[in-house]
């Protein structure tokens, strides 16, 4: 089907804008960082949608990420909802790298590409604990990619994002970090107004 | 356009914005140049045009028609253009084929002023049917057949008739040698289904051929198919006859199709582009007279063939069937079956684009003629205020009704049953307010005929219930059955109900759930169900082995040897022929339970512990029968809050052959375990269960049957699937009949059933062996297909 081809509406099971993206930068960069998870900051703009190679590795994919999950689902939830497009063979959840806690990614292994390739179609885009996820093609898990690369070691999404998303522990880490800077700050200056108050009473 | 912006950046673009480049208003145009906007090149604009024909609710087809053929007969020499149209015609033909009456309107239309057009059309669809014939795909035949069905009133002679006669003298030659036969059914429904076309293409000539031809296919329509039965979503109680027994498709086709006949071919809801309105006499008139065409020949070949999908006849059902006013076409209508098999083909192709097949659910009325529905989102409750002769049929309902037909379709639909959950999630998010009291309606209708609903069907319809919910924070309406949680746990509703319930907890967690129920419900979810892990029985001092339970624990935990395990086991065994109790049963437990306390954090836990002890566990089952059942009990009664973890332990175990399908069926079905004096049947998750085991292996037979190794493999797989399915039906048998030692219990619970009890018991029964019998049937079927070509 891949290719050539090309129906009257855009496919729900291709890869998305991020791993072609990727794909094309690392081809470029000469591959030199395997190790990743995704759901980073991608500049979705100046895509292009690149001839896939003759050996495309996801062509026989089994392997999908599996992205904004909340920080509290379980593996049994995710087992729930994904055997719906097949049996899976193993699933792997995204850690934080230094709590070793779930950090809101995960990778779903099946035993076949069609599986992998409905469940695109099926389930990527539908809610997961209310929360609406994302699921990408993936070439297969590698050892060190469940855990997240963002500074603080959950995903780099996470960092710096501004909303405040409960299920995801709340406001991006690096911004939570830079307001308790500021909050410890203006504690000192109360503390210092404090004083100098004290001292005009006094 | 986005469709094509992305092109033109693969082509270095630019290459036709030229003019725009040098007009004056682009002077003040502050965009950056490459947003600019390009006139797309014509076969680019033709491309577009078509492929949205009919999309807007503004419902212009005569304009859009009529500019769309301007540009492609005006426009024919060019190479691009031809070509472009002549390819995307077929393509939009089977994969949008709502779309179907106005792409041949644009044919119909440039014909008039381009008669190669049509030739050039014809040429390509005529081979294309051919050799989808040949290949058995039927569904691209009867599409093909379709657009040349719209046609007809540009063809020479009879027309599309002849091609019809000859596919009809191969399903009788396939009827009259083989009463079980499905592709000469197939075949009379693509005939039924093709005769409407022709008729409303608007060939006053046809009405003779069309008479003939009905004549023909009746013995073979109105004639019950053999395998009916056995695919029937309904299985009615004894002495009551099932709702749809009468509702083969072909059969209702057939009646729909002569009552037409009888009113000159009225076909109300058909939209018939090609007739244009009264201004547009002149344009009429060259129609009428435009050039015809013979049809190239198709040539239909001796012996036909099922294709890549086995073949079923069909059942024409609806959620929506005798509500005090109709919101969907009545069975004695063609609507019904027209409507519903253009969306079932849409439903079905479109997979791959769930967000485009729910807009075609919502936009259902756009591809109709005018009147056949009430306008959109029009309350249930305001139909009964229609006044006489106007349509009530509601388009979300209509909608709905063909998904749920797919749900509810046996043996199974097209796609994985996820896809149609998705479909339904889809249309609910793009007009809540028009779906989701259809849905509601739907959903009233199966869970009040869950009793007369296939056991299969019934289980589908709880998986959709509960993983919509999830879609939609979990909202419905429980308070109206709120009575019915006094039920005792093995009437129908309640079981449902129970196993709703369960199935919402897993998909998100107890407490958010009970959050969500009214308080008559909140006795159903349990202090234990909201606990993360289950408690480890052997914590507790007065359970037998406990301490060997705690040690076996720790060595678990801490990854100990196999060796540090032994002495353990076997100070149970010594203790328990002392207390002369089956000292393998008893050490089993023990570990099993102790694997599972270890594993309880999360599945990849357990799953880790069980990969360690494996060679364990694999000698355990391979010991005995009874070691093999206590696995299974072990890992049902630790996670008997949360069968469905449970589930999916058992599965594993399978994996790894520690436990054989047998005893899992055994377990379910025989032992009494999974719930004492049948009730195990009424419970969702032990069907769950026994259906997810039953498709391991008819699956894994299916695998090695296609692989077609001749090592006698397969043969021993296909025994012992036999066995499996034997093993099944005996046991279910006893359930059905009521003569299960257990029945008459004499410890039944005083839940006020009395003898209603085995009765229900013997109903349960009944349901279940109906669901293996027809899968057991099934399979041999397959096998029956499958040996020709393996030889």
């Known amino acids: 089907m891949r290719g050539g081809f090309r129906n009257t509406v855009e496919r729900l099971d291709r890869p998305s804008a991020y791993y072609l993206n990727r794909n094309n930068k690392k081809s470029r960069r000469n591959d030199r960082n395997n190790r990743d998870e995704k759901d980073g900051d991608t500049e979705m703009a100046n895509n292009q949608q690149s001839e896939e190679a003759p050996d495309d590795p996801l062509r026989n994919a089994t392997t999908l990420y599996v992205g904004n999950l909340s920080f509290y689902t379980t593996e049994e939830q995710v087992y729930d909802l994904f055997s719906k497009c097949g049996e899976i063979k193993r699933l792997i959840m995204g850690l934080d790298r230094f709590n070793k806690t779930p950090c809101g990614f995960c990778f779903v292994e099946y035993y076949t590409h069609q599986d992998a390739l409905d469940c695109l179609k099926y389930v990527g885009g539908t809610k997961l604990d209310e929360r609406i996820i994302r699921t990408d093609l993936d070439p297969g898990f590698e050892e060190g990619r469940q855990y997240g690369r963002g500074k603080s070691g959950g995903q780099v999404r996470d960092e710096y994002r501004d909303d405040f998303d409960e299920g995801r522990g709340g406001l991006g880490r690096a911004i939570q970090q830079t307001e308790r800077l500021r909050e410890a700050e203006k504690n000192r200056d109360g503390e210092q107004e404090m004083r100098e108050d004290y001292g005009r009473l006094r | ?791």
């Open chain 2, 1 to 791: 356009m986005a469709d094509y912006d992305r092109r033109q950046g693969g082509r270095g673009g630019g290459g036709y914005n030229r003019k725009r480049r040098y007009r004056d208003d682009d002077e003040s145009d502050h965009r950056p140049q490459r947003r600019r906007y390009n006139e797309p090149p014509l076969h680019v604009r033709i491309r577009k045009q078509l492929l949205t024909l009919a999309e807007s609710p503004l419902r212009r087809w005569h304009e859009e028609i009529q500019t769309t053929a301007h540009l492609v007969a005006d426009n024919y020499d060019k190479e691009e253009v031809k070509s472009n149209f002549l390819e995307l015609v077929p393509q939009i033909v089977v994969e949008q084929p709502l779309k179907t009456p106005f792409v041949a309107a644009v044919v119909l239309v440039a014909n008039s002023m381009q008669p190669d057009v049509a030739t050039d059309v014809l040429a390509r669809i005529a081979p294309l049917t051919e050799e989808k014939i040949k290949l058995g795909e039927w569904r691209d035949v009867k599409l093909y057949l379709k657009l040349l069905a719209c046609l007809q009133s540009c063809l020479e002679g009879d027309g599309l008739f002849p091609v019809l006669e000859e596919l009809f003298n191969r399903a009788v030659e396939l009827q009259t040698s083989n009463s079980d036969d499905t592709i000469g059914t197939e075949l009379v429904k693509i005939i039924l289904l093709t005769i409407p076309y022709i008729m409303a293409a608007g060939s006053n000539q046809g009405q003779q051929k069309a008479a003939d031809l009905m004549d023909k296919t009746d013995v073979i329509a109105s004639e019950p198919h053999a395998l009916q039965v056995l695919i029937d979503p309904h299985h009615a109680e004894k002495g009551e006859e099932s709702p749809t027994a009468n509702s083969s498709l072909i059969g209702l086709l057939q009646k729909q199709l002569q009552n037409e006949a009888l009113n000159g071919w009225e076909l109300k809801c058909l939209p018939r582009p090609w007739q244009m309105p009264l201004e547009e006499i002149e344009l009429q008139e060259k129609m009428e007279n435009a050039q015809k065409h013979p049809l190239p020949a198709i040539t239909v070949p001796e012996a036909v063939v099922t294709g890549p999908r086995a073949l079923f006849p069909e059942v024409y059902m609806s959620v929506y069937a005798n509500q005090e006013v109709e919101s969907v076409p009545p069975v004695s209508s063609v609507a019904a079956s027209l409507i519903r098999d253009g969306l079932l083909d849409t439903i079905n192709i479109m997979d791959f684009n769930r967000n485009v097949t729910a807009r075609y659910l919502i936009d259902v009325d756009c591809y109709f003629a005018d009147g056949t529905f009430v306008k959109r989102a029009t309350p249930f409750d305001r139909l009964r205020d229609i006044d006489g002769g106007r349509s009530t049929w509601k388009p979300e309902d209509v909608a709905v009704d063909a998904v749920f037909s797919q749900l509810f379709q046996l043996p199974s639909p097209e796609h994985k049953l996820v896809y149609y959950h998705s479909v339904l999630t889809e249309a609910c998010k793009l007009a809540p307010a028009a779906i989701a009291p259809s849905l509601g309606r739907a959903i009233r209708y199966a869970y009040h005929n869950t009793h007369q609903l296939d056991l299969e069907l019934g289980y589908r319809f709880l998986d959709w219930f509960t993983h919509h919910l999830s879609n939609f924070g979990f909202m419905w309406k429980w308070t109206e059955w709120a009575d019915d949680v006094e039920l005792p746990d093995i009437h129908p509703c309640k079981a449902f109900i129970i196993g709703a319930l369960d199935k919402e907890i897993r998909l998100s967690f107890a407490q958010r759930i009970k959050g969500t129920l009214p308080p008559q419900y909140q006795v159903l979810i349990g202090p234990e169900k909201e606990q993360d892990t289950p408690d480890f029985k052997y914590n507790n001092e007065h359970t037998p082995f406990s301490a060997e339970g705690k040690e076996l624990a720790q060595l678990l935990k801490k990854k100990g040897p196999d060796e540090e395990i032994q002495p353990v086991i076997a100070r149970i065994h010594a203790a328990a022929l002392e207390q002369s109790i089956d000292p393998l049963v008893s050490s089993t437990d023990v570990f099993m339970t102790a694997i599972c306390w270890v594993g309880s954090k999360s599945l990849s836990h357990v799953l880790a512990c069980i990969e360690r002890t494996k060679d364990r566990l694999l000698d355990v089952g391979a010991a005995s029968e009874a070691a093999r059942l206590q696995i299974i009990t072990s890992v049902i009664s630790y996670w008997s809050a949360q069968p469905g973890v449970a589930v999916v332990i058992i599965e594993k175990l399978l994996n790894y052959s520690i436990v054989t399908p047998g005893a899992v069926i055994d377990w379910a079905l025989v032992s009494g375990k999974a719930g004492p004096g049948g009730e195990a049947l009424s419970k969702s998750w032990v069907f769950e269960l026994v259906l997810n085991t039953v498709v391991k292996v008819t699956s894994r037979v299916r695998q090695v049957l296609a692989s077609g190794v001749a090592d006698g493999a397969a043969e021993t797989e296909v025994a012992a699937m036999r066995d499996l399915f034997k093993s099944m039906d005996d046991a279910l048998t006893s359930w059905a009949e009521g003569s299960k030692d257990q029945m008459m219990d004499p410890a039944e619970p005083m839940d006020g059933l009395g003898g209603k009890r085995a009765e229900l018991v013997q109903r349960w029964g009944e349901r279940w062996l109906r669901v293996f019998r027809r899968r057991s049937a099934i399979e041999e079927a397959h096998m029956l297909a499958a040996k020709p070509s393996s030889d």
